[in-house]
């Protein structure tokens, strides 16, 4: 009799070790997706920042440009205000878009110093955010195909582990992701 419950013993130790094993690593590949939606949210508040310098060097050129200045302004307020949404990204992009088209209109805007470095900055942003896109993505996979393997899936939605999301693209962005933004100077 001895034996039998030395048996049932080791295999509950034995099982119990394999959960919490199990725990451990959906919790290291959670704090990863978590990490890579804490460096989206980075980049788009660095991007958000250097658009109060951005309107100020073009007020200076193109002031009489206020209706494009005022909706970058209102695009940004918009973004910076909250949880990062498609939509109001979407605004805030199409709207510097327009403002970084004012430097074609006005050649002495286009050569200023101040406006092309914060351009190549700007630039410079796009990129970690879409780089830091494709981290958040490969993340979630990891993190979603370690839950839905065996045995993990036996046990990740009683512990509390509910898939990742992958970092959706609005319509602005399909396509995009790969690619270097392309800054007129």
């Given at each position: ?65 206020a209706?494009?200045?005022d ?39 286009k ?10 900055e700007?630039?410079d ?11 958040l ?11 839905e ?9 009683v ?6 999301d ?15 933004p392309?800054?007129?100077?």
């Amino acid at each position: 009799m001895d034996t039998i419950w030395w048996g049932v013993l080791a295999i509950f130790v034995i099982g119990l070790l394999i959960v919490v094993g199990i725990y451990n690593k959906l919790v290291r590949l959670r704090q990863a997706v978590r990490q890579g939606v804490a460096d989206i949210d980075a980049q788009l508040r660095q991007r958000h920042d250097l658009i109060p310098n951005l309107v100020e060097t073009v007020k200076a050129y193109a002031g009489h440009e206020a209706a494009t200045l005022d909706a970058v302004i209102a695009a940004r307020s918009a973004a910076a205000s909250g949880a990062p949404a498609s939509g109001t990204e979407r605004k805030l992009k199409a709207a510097l878009g327009n403002l970084l088209a004012l430097g074609e209109a006005y050649p002495d805007l286009k050569a200023s110093a101040n406006f092309q470095a914060l351009q190549r900055e700007l630039a410079d942003v796009e990129d970690k955010l879409a780089a830091a896109r494709r981290a958040l993505n490969a993340a979630a996979a990891r993190f979603n195909a370690a839950r839905e393997s065996f045995p993990a899936i036996l046990v990740a939605d009683v512990l509390g582990f509910a898939p990742a999301d992958f970092h959706r693209l609005d319509d602005s962005e399909q396509g995009n992701l790969d690619q270097t933004p392309r800054v007129a100077f």
